[in-house]
T-cell receptor
Framework: DTGVSQDPRHKITKRGQNVTFRCDPI?????LYWYRQTLGQGPEFLTY????????KSRLLSDRFSAERPKGSFSTLEIQRTEQGDSAMYLC??????????FGPGTRLTVT | TQLLEQSPQFLSIQEGENLTVYCNSS?????LQWYRQEPGEGPVLLVT?????EVKKLKRLTFQFGDARKDSSLHITAAQPGDTGLYLC???????????FGTGTSLTVIP
């Protein structure tokens, strides 16, 4: 099965540290999305890539967050100077048909 | 303020009962999706609806998109314990690339 994969699945870090998450989309999917989900809520859009171009970013995405998708393949999401409020599940999704997104299992971040 | 409001937020029913989950907004969506999510996992796409008034069936699940494309419903017939999970609706406005997720409905089906 070559679904969307994310690494790591869990990350515990201390406040102020930087963290980086990786997402490997389904191979032929040119669209890639990052979301953040807190307990009891639906996912919240963070950013969108079409191939290697980052075409949309949420206004809620602070300057401490940055995402890349070099060569239009895998993507990374980096959070600098983590804060306790960054604790959440970070989800990656990819799609070929625009409105059919396939999600990875997520990375659970805990900031202590 | 959430763009898509789901109701009810929590639902606990006995196996064999029917249920309906609602997804409402004051905004018009060009497409709307329903997902199911299990604890610790990512959402899994169930269906996409794009036409106002559209009805889609997936085994015991029936999805409807409102005529004005502002709301949707998910009806489950004869619920089973395997239907337990968090049901999420998500919509796309216009030609934008951003998808807005609802607040979620947590369903528990008791054997």
């Amino acid at each position: 099965d070559t679904g969307v994969s994310q690494d790591p699945r869990h990350k515990i870090t201390k406040r102020g540290q930087n963290v980086t998450f990786r997402c490997d989309p389904i191979s032929e999917h040119n669209r890639l999305y990052w979301y953040r989900q807190t307990l009891g809520q639906g996912p919240e859009f963070l950013t969108y890539f079409q191939n290697e171009a980052q075409l949309e970013k949420s206004r809620l995405l602070s300057d401490r967050f940055s995402a890349e998708r070099p060569k239009g393949s895998f993507s990374t999401l980096e959070i600098q100077r983590t804060e306790q409020g960054d604790s959440a599940m970070y989800l990656c999704a990819s799609s070929l048909i625009f409105y059919e997104q396939y999600f990875g299992p997520g990375t659970r971040l805990t900031v202590t | 303020t959430q763009l898509l409001e789901q109701s009810p937020q929590f639902l606990s029913i006995q196996e064999g009962e029917n249920l309906t989950v609602y997804c409402n907004s004051s905004s018009v969506f060009s497409s709307l999706q329903w997902y199911r999510q299990e604890p610790g996992e990512g959402p899994v796409l169930l269906v996409t609806v794009v036409t106002g008034g559209e009805v889609k069936k997936l085994k015991r699940l029936t999805f409807q998109f409102g005529d004005a494309r502002k709301d949707s419903s998910l009806h489950i017939t004869a619920a089973q314990p395997g239907d337990t999970g968090l049901y999420l609706c998500a919509g796309q406005r216009g030609t934008g690339n951003q998808f807005y997720f609802g607040t979620g409905t947590s369903l528990t089906v008791i054997p």
